[in-house]
Nanobody, 124 residues
Framework: QVQLVESGGGLVQAGGSLRLSCAASGRTFSSYAMGWFRQAPGKEREFVAACGWSGGSTSYADSVKGRFTISRDIAKNTVYLQMNSLKREDAAVYYC?????????????????WGQGTQVTVSS
């Protein structure tokens, strides 16, 4: 069993920054990918970013390219999402997820375990 715990969400003004963290515990895997998704009220959950086991391979949604950065600390089993130049449309519950077979995927069905989410609110 794998547990994912997100943190770092909160209220920020438009143009500001936040860093989300997601700590994984439980089973360990030789290689896996981690991703961030988000869900705004009344909308479907959407892909934000993903990174491979080493963190060297990354993928981003077009809407966040150049503003968000995903990274990971293998020793800490933690993945981060640095969010800069936040916009009101970035407000959502952000979820981290792990795909134990590795590979960068944008579909939520490709991921095996999910965290409970952390709320990000962006004020004007």
């Amino acid at each position: 069993q794998v547990q994912l715990v997100e943190s770092g969400g909160g209220l920020v003004q438009a143009g500001g920054s936040l860093r989300l963290s997601c700590a994984a515990s439980g089973r360990t895997f030789s290689s896996y990918a981690m991703g961030w998704f988000r869900q705004a009220p009344g909308k479907e959950r959407e892909f934000v970013a993903a990174c491979g086991w080493s963190g060297g391979s990354t993928s981003y949604a077009d809407s966040v390219k150049g503003r968000f950065t995903i990274s990971r600390d293998i020793a800490k089993n933690t993945v981060y999402l640095q969010m800069n130049s936040l916009k009101r449309e970035d407000a959502a519950v952000y979820y981290c997820a792990i795909r134990i077979r590795g590979g960068l995927f944008t579909l939520e069905g490709a991921y095996d375990y999910w965290g409970q989410g952390t709320q990000v609110t962006v004020s004007s």
